[in-house]
């Protein structure tokens, strides 16, 4: 069952959050959809630009609706990710979402608020729940990269003027998570008191964790002893860093990364350990099933199992 991403923040507030899981393939959809309804947990699937272009819109909104006939008990929203107006347009108007996000994150203050405010009018108009970003985030992701020295946090006073001058649904900040498989900008992890003053500032307002991977060091060595040269320095967020967030009123938190090192790791594992194979269906399957298994621990870390049940 689609659910409007404000009634899954307005549930989860401040008691679990909610993954948000960036999805390419058929094998990731299925497995996204088999975790979600076996673990009774709500999620967000997430289209990147990136998705769209690789896998074409109508491709991808197909897969989808087919698993959530297939998984007739989950508990789902729809979000455009990191989009520019053309595609954020188009997906408002497509109707297939109904959460998009627009990222002028990297345009000064004022042309921030101008872009994000000409979402928020189209997106009302059609009940399309909207996303915006304050503050940019380091490191390297689908399309985007930025550079360390770039890289700065959300001023909170801002956050409070940006968010009323707006009218955004919901807001990504940059606290010290990276894009990609990068370590934090200036290692210091997630900054809990920035995070505290927003939350002061715009309180049971929902929050964005961007770059919510944990980057596994032992699926990365995995990767490197079937001939990989994945950086054996990179990192993502604890996990105790990931549940001490959401009492912050962090309430989506978006997961890219740690999938496609999975992808990774099970496909150089296989095709090293079978090197007479080549049938894309028994990786495939593999793939499907750690998948599943990744996003059961997730939902868990998350404190969402068992909750889809608050949304029947």
């Not at 940006?162 to 009218?167: I, S």
Request: aromatic share 10%; net charge negative.
């Amino acid at each position: 069952m689609l659910i409007h991403p404000s009634i899954l923040f307005q549930k989860c507030y401040s008691r679990y959050a909610i993954a948000a899981v960036n999805v390419f393939t058929m094998e990731q959809i299925h497995a996204l959809f088999r975790a979600g309804e076996k673990a009774n947990a709500p999620f967000i699937v997430q289209i990147t630009p990136a998705a769209r272009n690789y896998a074409h819109p109508k491709m991808l909104m197909g897969m989808i609706s087919a698993a959530a006939k297939i998984y007739p008990k989950t508990r789902y929203a729809v979000h455009l990710d990191h989009g520019i107006e053309s595609h954020v347009f188009d997906a408002i108007e497509s109707g297939s979402y109904n959460s998009v996000m627009i990222d002028a994150s990297h345009d000064d203050f004022h042309q921030n608020v101008k872009r994000t405010n000409a979402i928020v009018e189209k997106a009302k108009a059609k009940y399309v729940f909207v996303e915006a970003e304050l503050g940019v985030l380091s490191g390297v992701e689908d399309d985007i990269s930025v550079n360390e020295k770039m890289a700065k946090y959300t001023n909170p006073d801002e956050a409070l003027q940006f968010v009323n001058e707006t009218q955004c649904n919901s807001l990504a900040v940059a606290v010290g998570t990276s894009h990609g498989a990068y370590k934090f900008s200036g290692g210091q992890g997630i900054q809990f008191d920035i995070l505290q003053e927003i939350q002061n500032l715009l309180p049971k307002f929902p929050l964005v964790l961007h770059g919510g991977s944990v980057v596994n060091l032992d699926e990365v060595n995995k990767i490197n002893n079937c001939g990989g040269e994945l950086d054996k320095t990179a990192s993502g967020v604890a996990p105790e860093e990931i549940v001490k967030s959401i009492s912050y009123g962090i309430c989506k938190i978006n997961i890219a990364t740690d999938t496609r090192i999975l992808w990774a790791r099970v496909h150089r594992e296989f095709f090293k350990n079978n090197p007479d194979q080549f049938d894309p269906i028994i990786p495939g399957k593999q793939y499907v099933e750690a998948y599943e298994k990744f996003m059961l621990e997730k939902f868990d870390l998350l404190k969402a199992t068992g909750k889809a049940n608050h949304f029947n």
